[in-house]
């Protein structure tokens, strides 16, 4: 009789349980539901292509040893700029930072209002073999309705992008109402010290308060890059995670390898990886993720709509369901990967020091400290040393995807790019971008530009067969063309005044 009554009052629950989670899940509207005109305003850069083209043929390869660096490469393709952007060129105060970096300034009308910066990179990464390619990486190939070549999607389009716009606004007479940077910065992929962070120093000695927002690269339009998630999506960086590389290393006398002791240096080295492989990081759904679910989730499939819309009592579920996949474990969690390990001369010679390197990108929530705390906890061996390696940094802040100037960039969004149910979500990025050097000179830093792209392209940034569809060049310039004039509408927070 008891255990009858007991089973009653399980089931009982279990059904208003299950009853809390679908109606949690049915009442979960979607937060971004501003229906727009959308514009045709991408027709009017129909040449925007060529002119990316042009600025692809510039081999403007950074590199960690500055004596490396073909100066005339960067100097080269600044003329080409102010050559093919003679309204830019001509209107705007030009600054050269570092000699290779460029900082414009669009004086506003008025002083009142907070400035915008935009970025961009002038600089790319090596190509590697030229053999992987089929279109030369620096040829500027127009063919099959793409730009082809190494920088076109990182990211010589945002400076593109930028400089179509203004180019066209100014040609329509257009005057900002607050004033307007563009920064090109000319190491982004070897760290930014030179290019970003001089361009940072160069205006906090400038303003007078913050920046209103400032918008870099690093976000772009997905598709079926989330499982589960049918919906195109444009991914609003509003964080990035921080970076660290550490060494770790041990000493052993050495001698005869007929002799050994129980742990070899290379023993030494290996048991500290393998500890560190097998306790990853806490996974934690929060910050910007968790924010990007609170977007997306009301366009899933039913099953994962209730999932999502109670993380309250499912975030294990959720946290295990990302694990498995490394793209999306990456947003949840410190990532640990070891890339290097070195060690030993010969076969028989007992190695007297031995390597490994393991590089971390770090989760917001979490610092350079907290993680090298946590590894030394984890290696347990007083006999590993543990250091630091050239270029680290903390996890950005988190820009509130609830202020006014996210509200303005996803309306502009709405209004440029011509996708059906396409669904705009703040976004952690799990890269470093030179944003990261103005989070201390605005609350609103956000990493996007509406390239849609799908894994296949999204894989050939760093690697082979870089290219860009005619329709995203178009696209970009459009959206940030309606996103300065869009800025006449922005309302800024206290915060900013
Ligand atoms: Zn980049």
């Known amino acids: 009789m008891r255990m009858k009554r007991i089973i009653v009052v399980v089931l009982v629950g279990l059904v208003a349980l299950s ?22 305003i991408a027709d009017g850069f129909a040449e925007a292509e060529e002119r990316l083209a042009g600025a692809i043929r510039f081999p403007t390869i950074s590199s960690q040893d500055t004596s490396l660096v073909d100066t005339t490469a960067f100097l080269s393709l600044h003329a080409y700029l102010r050559d093919v952007y003679p309204g830019v060129f001509g209107t705007l105060r030009v600054e050269r930072i570092s000699g290779l970096s460029l900082l414009l300034t669009w004086e506003g009308s008025t002083q009142d209002r907070p400035p915008v910066l935009l970025m961009g990179h002038l600089d790319v990464v090596p190509p590697g073999a030229d053999s992987l390619w089929v279109h030369p990486p620096f040829g500027g190939e127009r063919l099959d309705g793409f730009v082809w070549g190494r920088g076109t999607l990182d990211d010589k389009i945002g400076v593109v992008a930028a400089l179509e716009a203004v180019e066209r606004l100014i040609a329509e007479g ?10 090109f910065g000319h190491d982004e992929e070897v760290g930014g ?43 609003v960086g ?11 290393s041990a000493l052993a006398p050495g001698g005869h390898s007929s002799a050994p002791p129980e742990v070899t240096a290379v023993g030494r080295v290996s048991r500290a990886v393998a500890r560190l492989e097998a306790k990853p990081f806490p996974a934690r759904v929060d910050g910007a993720t968790r924010a990007m679910f609170e977007h ?49 001369v010969k076969e028989n010679v007992l190695p007297t020091k031995a390597t490994a390197i393991i590089n971390f990108r770090i989760l917001p ?33 988190v820009s509130d995807p609830a202020a006014p100037p996210f509200a303005l ?21 799990p890269a470093a971008t030179d944003s990261r050097y103005f989070t201390g000179l605005s609350d609103n830093v956000y990493r996007f530009l509406p390239v849609v792209v799908g894994r296949d392209e999204l894989e050939t940034i760093h690697g ?5 569809s005619a329709e995203n060049v178009r696209a970009c310039a459009a959206f940030l063309y309606q996103l300065i004039r869009n800025t006449e509408q922005l309302k800024d927070g206290p915060a900013d005044q």
Do not use: H
């Open 464 to 468: 082979a067969g870089e290219r860009i």
């Open 409 to 429: 960039v996803r309306r502009t969004v709405r209004e440029t790019i011509d996708m059906e149910d396409l669904v705009v979500t703040p976004f952690l990025v």
């Open 174 to 183: 257009y005057q900002p109402e607050r004033t307007f940077y563009l920064a």
């Open 296 to 344: 997306v989730r009301p366009y899933m499939g039913v099953t994962r709509r209730v999932i999502f819309s109670n993380l309250w009592l499912l975030e294990p579920l959720v946290r295990s369901l990302m694990a498995a996949d490394a793209g999306a474990a990456a947003l949840i969690r410190t990532t640990t990967a070891a890339t290097m390990i070195r060690g030993g």
């Open 19 to 40: 009853a809390v989670l679908v109606v949690r899940a049915v009442l979960d509207v979607p937060v971004d539901d501003d229906r727009v005109e959308r514009t045709a």
């Open 193 to 235: 010290s030179n290019g970003a962070a001089v361009i940072a120093d160069t205006l906090a000695a400038r303003l007078d308060g913050k920046l209103s927002f400032v918008l870099d690269e690093g976000g772009f339009v997905g598709n079926g890059l989330l499982d589960g998630l049918d919906v195109p999506v444009a991914l």
């Open 238 to 248: 509003v964080a990035e995670k921080g970076y660290l590389t550490l060494e770790l």
């Open 365 to 397: 929530g979490e610092t350079i400290d907290t993680v090298t705390e946590r590894v030394r906890r984890i290696i347990d061996d007083p006999d590993v040393g543990i250091a630091p390696v050239n270029v680290y940094f903390d996890p950005s802040p």
